[in-house]
Structures are given as structure tokens and as C-alpha cells.
DNA sequence: ATGAACCATAACCAATGGGTTATGGGATAG
DNA sequence: CTATCCCATAACCCATTGGTTATGGTTCAT
């Protein structure tokens, strides 16, 4: 087709993380691991509502996205939410968030900004 | 499988929204959306890289987010960039951006909080 | 040494998704 | 009226993905 005369991305990291948090049980997942601190997969298993192989493979999604890590003892596998993840899609939604509170200068109750 | 115990989603709307901001060309287009304001397909389509049916259902999926809504005038369907679509996961991002602070005292320099 | 527990990977399936070209319909220009 | 432009939808292709069950490798308990 035409040049892709606009190049505004460049950044495969939110392709990573938005694709990452795009799915529901994964979301489940983090949150749990969020509030809940640490985690064996075992655990998360018990808790997701999906099968023991289904569980590694979101985990895995979501150490390849950075928003988790391992840490093996023993048998078992523990993961940890990353606090750090998600700066690369906060920071994303600042620009972007910041260009549209210029443009649109009425934000309609829009908070968290 | 197991129950799913853990129910703590419940949100749709951040489906929705993840998913269509885990595109990299839909990203392309709705910054540009965002800088350039109000745009027609047929500009999009000129600066996006691909077909024009693509940026079509590109675009589909970004309203169906109610990230950008429509605007028919005549032959050309003009879409614009909706501030407050972001505010689902502006909002799931406060909560576990804030739970993931209160855990990890060390951001490590993550800024945008 | 055996067996059980925990995890990861493989093999497979149905569904979704990004991409294309082809088509059709409404609005505009000549 | 006819041709053209703009857009959306359809039909199709291939890659990815969420899900499953089956398997294999470690580690722990007995």
C-alpha cells in the first residue's frame, strides 16, 4: 500500500504490555498477584479458573511484558507483579492524555489525570 | 477447570480498551487523531500505511472502544479522537498503580504517578 | 528407590485478528 | 445521467491466541 508516512510508534514495549493486559484472566491474574504479594503457580491455578498449563502460559505473556518475574525454590515457581511494568504505558497515556487535555479543553470530569 | 474464585474484573470496557490500543497501527492512527484533530478515512488511510478497508475496521474497533467517534458529512466519514475513552484504564491503573506504590516503598524512579 | 507434587512444554482445536482484493452504495462533479 | 470519489462490507488467507489434555523433568517426601 501507500509509505507509512507516519511513524509515531516505535515502541514495541506497549505492543507487548497492551497486548498483555488485554486479556481478562491475565488482568485476574495480576491483580491478584498485586494485592496479594507473591505467588506459586499452584496458587494462581486454584484461583484463575483455568488449567496449571494455561496459568504458565499467561505468566509467561506477562514476564515477557515485564509485569512479572520468577524466582524458582525448589519445585516450585513464585511470581512477583513488577511494579516497574507498566511505566512504559503510563507514560503513553501521559503524552498522549496531556495532548488531548490541551486539545479538548472541556475534560468533562475526566479525573486521574 | 477449578471456580474461578477470584472474580475481580468485571470490566469490559478495559477488554475493549486494551485490546484496541494492542494494536500498533491502530495506535498510529489514533495519535495521529489526537495531534491533527478531526480526520477523514481517506487521509487516515494516506498516512496509516495500509488499505483504506483496513483503516475502516481499525477505525471500527477504535469507536467500538469509544475511543474516537464518527461524524457523516456527505460522502466522507470524519472520526475524531474521544478524551474521555481512555478513563477506564486511566482508572485500573490509579488502582493498581496505587496498590503496586503501597507494596514496592522503592519505584525505582518510575515517574508519572 | 518410589511415588507424588509442581511446573513447563507439546500437540491439538476452534476462534479471533490483521491483512489483502473485490464489491456495492451513497454523495458529488461534469 | 454518468462517471467518480469516499466509505463500508464481504470473501478470503494466514498467523496468532486462548483453551484443552497429555507428557516429561525436577524436586520433595516416604
Redesign the pocket.
Known amino acids: ?1 501507500t509509505e507509512p508516512i507516519l511513524r509515531g510508534d516505535r515502541s514495541a514495549a506497549c505492543d507487548e504490555l497492551f ?1 498483555a493486559l ?5 488482568r485476574t491474574i495480576l491483580e491478584y498477584l498485586v494485592r496479594e504479594g507473591e505467588q ?6 486454584a484461583v484463575s ?13 506477562l514476564k515477557r511484558a515485564s509485569l512479572v518475574t ?1 524466582r ?7 511470581y512477583t507483579a513488577r511494579a516497574k511494568g507498566l511505566a512504559p504505558i503510563v507514560r503513553w497515556m501521559a503524552v498522549y492524555g496531556a495532548l488531548w487535555s490541551q486539545r479538548f479543553t472541556a475534560l468533562e470530569g475526566l479525573d486521574a489525570y
Open positions: 500500500m497486548k488485554s486479556d481478562g484472566t491475565r506459586s503457580v499452584h496458587a494462581l491455578t479458573g483455568v488449567s496449571q498449563p494455561m496459568v504458565s502460559r499467561h505468566l509467561g505473556k520468577a524458582r525454590s525448589g519445585r516450585e515457581t513464585y
